[in-house]
């Protein structure tokens, strides 16, 4: 990556018409992990799913830190190198961690989350994901989703060609068709990125991504002076937008060291 470093702000509000917020983010900034979860399950089970997809992550990046020949809890995928192995292990161990925990505990049953985590290593960004939470890539003045929604909705999108104004009124627009804690294993997409100096990657719940267009997002995080301000601004246009929704951001980038 030459002299470069990655520098991160997170952030997360309740919105304007929960009660209460189900969404966590977790920035790791020694190890280069980045995670924001949005929680489902009500009651206070949303949220204890988030909080443990964000802990066990950093938690397993941790111990595989300190001692590199820990035994994985899942085997190597051969096809992945180990940064990637590494990455989509924190994510299905998190995965069976909330599973196991929601059957043990019948008032956590069916709770689950979406997971959206970024994690950079020398010469870029391996992005990981499971449901409709996204991550984009800001660079040169072009946004770029790099993430793709698992959604009833894109699925239906992907099969037929729906319009604009069906899309707009799809019924079933909150129905995510995998998550965190469904099953005790789970498919985790995954890519790699090779990053530039000046790149800006937004990890964001949906309560971001529904009532804030792309070219809005855009906008903010290049007229903000720094990522904080840019974290706070999102959140307040989601806010403006209706607020439906948890709001979670984190915004990565990447600087001259």
Same mark, same amino acid.
């Given at each position: 990556?030459?002299?470069?470093?990655?520098?991160?702000?997170?952030?997360?509000?309740?919105?304007?018409?929960?009660?209460? /917020?189900?969404?966590?983010?977790?920035?790791?900034?020694?190890?280069?992990?980045?995670?924001? =979860?949005?929680?489902?399950?009500?009651?206070?089970?949303?949220?204890?799913?988030?909080?443990?997809?964000?802990?066990?992550?950093?938690?397993?990046?941790?111990?595989?830190?300190?001692?590199?020949?820990?035994?994985?809890?899942?085997?190597?995928?051969?096809?992945?190198?180990?940064?990637? /192995?590494?990455?989509?292990?924190?994510?299905?161990?998190?995965?069976?961690?909330?599973?196991?925990?929601?059957?043990?505990?019948?008032?956590?049953?069916?709770?689950?989350?979406?997971?959206?985590?970024?994690?950079?290593?020398?010469?870029?960004?391996?992005?990981?994901?499971?449901?409709?939470?996204?991550?984009?890539?800001?660079?040169?003045?072009?946004?770029?989703?790099?993430?793709?929604?698992?959604?009833?909705?894109?699925?239906?999108?992907?099969?037929?060609?729906?319009?604009?104004?069906?899309?707009?009124?799809?019924?079933?627009? %909150?129905?995510?068709?995998?998550?965190?804690?469904?099953?005790?294993?789970?498919?985790?997409?995954?890519?790699?990125?090779?990053?530039?100096?000046?790149?800006?990657? +937004?990890?964001?719940?949906?309560?971001?991504?529904?009532?804030?267009?792309?070219?809005?997002?855009?906008?903010?995080?290049? %007229?903000?002076?720094? +990522?904080?301000?840019?974290?706070? %601004?999102?959140? =307040?246009?989601?806010?403006?937008?209706?607020?439906?929704? /948890?709001?979670?951001?984190?915004?990565?980038?990447?600087?001259? =060291?």
């Amino acid at each position: 990556m030459g002299q470069l470093r990655i520098e991160a702000v997170g952030e997360t509000n309740v919105g304007m018409k929960r009660g209460h /917020n189900e969404d966590n983010f977790g920035l790791v900034d020694k190890l280069g992990l980045y995670v924001v =979860a949005d929680g489902m399950g009500g009651h206070a089970s949303g949220e204890v799913a988030s909080k443990m997809a964000v802990d066990v992550m950093a938690d397993f990046f941790d111990a595989t830190e300190a001692d590199p020949d820990r035994t994985w809890p899942f085997k190597m995928d051969r096809s992945r190198g180990y940064e990637e /192995n590494r990455l989509v292990t924190s994510v299905k161990l998190a995965n069976l961690r909330i599973f196991e925990s929601a059957q043990r505990d019948p008032r956590q049953r069916g709770m689950g989350t979406t997971l959206v985590s970024l994690f950079a290593v020398e010469d870029g960004v391996y992005v990981a994901h499971v449901g409709d939470s996204r991550v984009y890539r800001v660079r040169e003045g072009v946004i770029e989703q790099l993430t793709e929604d698992h959604s009833l909705l894109n699925d239906y999108i992907k099969m037929k060609k729906l319009t604009p104004e069906e899309i707009a009124n799809f019924p079933h627009k %909150n129905v995510i068709v995998r998550a965190l804690g469904m099953k005790d294993s789970v498919k985790v997409d995954t890519r790699f990125e090779s990053s530039r100096a000046n790149d800006t990657y +937004l990890l964001c719940s949906d309560g971001l991504s529904g009532p804030v267009t792309d070219d809005q997002i855009l906008a903010i995080v290049q %007229n903000a002076p720094d +990522l904080k301000t840019a974290a706070s %601004n999102l959140i =307040a246009a989601a806010n403006a937008n209706g607020g439906p929704d /948890n709001v979670t951001v984190v915004l990565a980038r990447w600087v001259e =060291a």
